[in-house]
């Protein structure tokens, strides 16, 4: 039940993506993968989704699942790209629909489209039970950050999205619509209630203040002994209150606009135009 993790962080988004394996049968999941995006030209690549697929030949893996942990505003997902190269589902939480609805909006996304998260291959429900080859996993819904934040316990690994951070940089912001800090402290409480030794995998890293490396694997005792925004007696009234102060000093994420467009559509990028050029939208004023 102890899976081999890879790690993949992309510098450009500090975001971590995780290769998954069971050692016994050679089953793989990919985690919050990444497709490069550069704003100031409009240009992608797949460089980061490259090395995850060099890995997956490397030790001759086979991909069962293309997990998102949740509506990424950070980074656009490589999941496409990876489904065509590798095969596999492209999962995400069944409360993909709420994010899609109020999206969907912003972007006039138009009749065409449907807030109902088909655009996935499979919508993860709350406790709900799956494989990775021998390994027993379980999807767990953890909303907060975002309405559709799933947590994956996969064996003895817990991969949180952007649920929690490094101890020392504590946890995540509730400001995007939809988010919920009281809702986040109460999905924390959910996931500090694992086994002291699981361990834990986290999403992003920003190199906390007088840390020297960049790092995403805590356990759950580490969490609940040292994050700064939960250590000790902090009631979800205390909570609530430093993590509403603190988002209202937050800029938004710089990608914001490109990646949740992208993502709530499963990581499929916008149909080309008559003229053969794929364009993204920029909603003035909206936030």
Known sequence: MKPEVLSFFDTATHTVSYLVSDPATGAAAIIDS???????????????????????????????????????????????????????????????????????????????????????????????????????????????HTPACMSHLIGDALFVGDTLFMPDFGTARCDFPGGDAGQLYDSIQMLLASPAATRMFLCHDYKA????????????????????????????????AMRTARDASLSMPALILPSVQVNICAGD??????????YLKIPLNAF
């Open 34 to 144: 990444v497709l490069g995006y550069d704003a100031a030209s409009g240009r992608t690549d797949f460089k980061a989704a490259d090395q995850i697929i060099a890995a997956v030949s490397e030790r001759r893996l086979t991909v069962a699942w293309i997990i998102e942990s949740h509506v990424h505003a950070d980074h656009l997902s490589a999941a496409p790209y990876l489904r065509a190269k590798l095969g596999g589902q492209v999962a995400i939480g069944a409360a993909i629909s709420e994010v899609q609805r109020v999206f969907g909006d912003i972007f006039n996304v138009g009749d065409g489209f449907r807030s109902d998260g088909r655009q996935f291959d499979k919508l993860f429900q709350d406790g709900e039970s799956y494989r990775l080859g021998s390994i027993e996993a379980r999807a767990f819904h953890t909303p907060g």
């Open 209 to 240: 203040p007088g840390r020297d490396c960049f790092a995403w694997e805590t356990t759950v005792e580490e969490q609940k002994r040292d994050n700064i925004h939960l250590a000790g007696e902090t009631s979800r009234d205390d909570f609530i």
């Open 269 to 278: 990028l916008p149909a080309a135009e008559d003229n053969g050029r794929q």
